[in-house]
């Protein structure tokens, strides 16, 4: 049996799978706990980071890596908003990578306790003074059981 170490390097006791929860598990829900309590009243900065890849059929074609600092709100009872901005790493398959300017705006709003809406627009900077931005919106409606 092995045994595990702590990083001052002392003995870890080894506990059964159902008792066993890491550190990084417990931070993360202790700073997520007062977050998710506050719901749509919370307002406030944050950073996020996204990866999206996109192929065509089995053909991967790239991969896009938003890094952005945001602010997100309550708007009333029943609505929400974020705004968040700063650049997108561009990694096409086969081609050379790019970092451009990009960002997106949302809001969502409360329909009902079991219903909600939202938007987003977003545009991706090119790079090049001479090539368009490209734009884009997101838009749709959830329902919670």
């Known amino acids: 049996m092995s045994r595990l170490l702590s990083s001052a390097g002392r003995k870890i006791p080894q506990v059964n799978s159902f008792k066993k929860m890491s550190i990084k598990s417990v931070i993360a829900a202790s700073v997520a706990a007062p977050l998710l309590a506050s719901g749509a009243a919370f307002a406030g900065p944050y950073v996020n980071v996204e990866a999206n890849s996109a192929w ?7 991969t896009n890596t938003d890094a952005h600092v945001g602010w997100e709100g309550a708007l009333g009872e029943s609505a929400s908003y974020y705004v968040q901005g700063g650049a997108t790493f561009v990694s096409p398959d086969g081609g ?5 300017p990009s960002g997106k705006a949302g809001l969502g709003l409360g329909l009902s306790d079991a219903l909600s809406a939202y938007g987003e627009v977003s545009f991706l900077g ?3 003074s001479n090539v368009d931005r ?4 997101k838009a749709g409606i959830k ?3």
């Open 134 to 137: 490209g734009y884009g919106t």
């Open 96 to 100: 050379e990578a790019d970092t451009v």
């Open 56 to 62: 065509t059929g089995s053909n991967y074609t790239g």
């Open 126 to 128: 090119s790079g090049d």
């Open 143 to 145: 329902y919670s059981f």
